[in-house]
């Protein structure tokens, strides 16, 4: 049930295109859902979140997507350019409690390999 | 930079060993996480502490163990080495969230250790 499943497993993109990773989740306590964006020898690094009280929430060239009765979430990268070309991971968590410290630990999806070419 | 430091940056030991991983959080973030990545697990969550205090646990093996320090910083201790715990280790870091409402999930990763077991 914590279990957040990411498709596709990698991406080919042209450069000017657009890019599209999906997500399920399937745990309906999740209340947070980041994007993470990793270069290779890199941390991941937070792109763009959403909550589940809106549909969609868009930061320049990143927009998610969200589906709260499909369980669904998605990264749509508009004008798509060869720096973008990097790993992608979907992620889910849940507050616990009513107040107090968030737990806040993530659920990733498997992550997407997103190639860009010029 | 996300402000979350890590070392050290590369790691090799041998079956058996026992290493220690550091991270510093960044400043004013009360919350660590503890992920591991590896090519068949993808990012997993092993373990999150609050000021102190173990807050959630993950998939976390029994030779593996943490803590967080009066200064905030944290280290993770993996112990009776196996090749399969070869992997990336990430520490994330966030701010408290109070009761009030304010603060944030965002979870901001360090740079990682490759540990490499040998």
């Known amino acids: 049930q914590q279990q957040v499943k990411q498709s596709p497993q990698s991406l080919i993109v042209q450069k000017g295109g657009i890019s599209i990773i999906n997500c399920a989740y399937e745990?309906?306590?999740?209340?947070?859902f980041p994007w993470y964006q990793q270069f290779p020898g890199k941390g991941p690094a937070l792109l763009i979140a959403?909550?589940?009280?809106?549909s969609e929430k868009k930061e320049g060239r990143f927009t998610i997507s969200f589906n709260k009765s499909a369980k669904q979430f998605s990264l749509h990268i508009m004008d798509s350019q060869p720096g973008d070309s990097a790993t992608y991971f979907c992620?889910?968590?849940?507050?616990?409690?009513?107040?107090?410290?968030?737990?806040?630990?993530?659920?990733f999806g498997q992550g997407t390999i997103l190639t860009v070419h010029p | 930079d996300s402000g979350v430091t890590q070392t050290p940056k590369h790691l090799i030991t041998a079956t058996g060993q026992r290493v220690t991983l550091r991270c510093s959080p960044r400043?004013?973030?009360?919350?660590v996480y503890w992920y591991q990545q590896s090519l068949d697990q993808g990012l997993q969550f092993l373990i999150q502490?609050?000021?102190?205090?173990?807050?959630a646990k993950g998939n976390i093996l029994e030779r593996f163990s943490a803590q967080q320090f009066p200064d905030l910083h944290s280290e993770l201790n993996l112990s009776s080495l196996e090749l399969g715990d070869s992997a990336l280790y990430f520490c994330?870091?966030?701010?408290?969230?109070?009761?009030?409402?304010?603060?944030?999930?965002?979870?901001?990763f360090g740079p990682g250790t490759r540990l490499t077991v040998l």
């Open positions: 959403i909550r589940p009280d809106v």
């Open positions: 400043s004013g973030d009360l919350s």
């Open positions: 745990n309906t306590a999740f209340d947070y």
């Open positions: 502490y609050y000021n102190g205090e173990e807050r």
């Open positions: 994330a870091s966030s701010v408290a969230w109070s009761s009030g409402g304010a603060g944030t999930d965002t979870q901001y």
């Open positions: 992620a889910a968590s849940h507050r616990r409690g009513a107040g107090g410290t968030s737990y806040g630990k993530l659920t």
